[in-house]
């Protein structure tokens, strides 16, 4: 009788463990994202509430979604703080565009000396 008693706690501890393990298991993508500052904590947070009803199947979006976000570079990929491809080619032809409007300037003054 008392192994009867005894297994049914068990039981229950395992239930309840579980119950608490799956909602703290929720929270780390919403966890992540307060620690990093993310502009779309909020949003996290609510997601992974809806992830318990779909037993989970958005949760690893939501990770990846927290982890994508970091206060010191924004968005970025690039840790090493240069510019992009498309943004170091934008800043040339800016130069260029300069150099350009400098030298139109200076020609008409040579064909009138």
């Keep these: 009788m008392f192994l009867d008693y005894f297994a049914l706690g068990v039981l229950f501890f395992v239930v309840i463990t579980l119950f608490y393990a ?4 929720h929270d780390i993508p919403h966890l992540i994202a307060k620690s990093r500052n993310h502009p779309h904590q909020d ?3 609510v997601a992974g509430w809806v992830s318990l009803f779909t037993l ?10 927290a982890t994508l976000y970091r206060e010191d570079r924004g968005w970025g990929i690039r840790p090493d703080g240069k510019l992009s491809a498309e943004a170091e080619a934008n800043v040339e032809i800016a130069r260029l565009h300069a150099r350009i409007a400098e030298l139109e300037a200076q020609s008409p003054e040579k064909e009138n000396a």
């Design 43 to 45: 949003a996290i947070h």
């Design 56 to 65: 989970h199947a958005i949760w690893p979006f939501l990770f990846i979604w």
């Design 22 to 25: 799956v909602i703290a298991i």
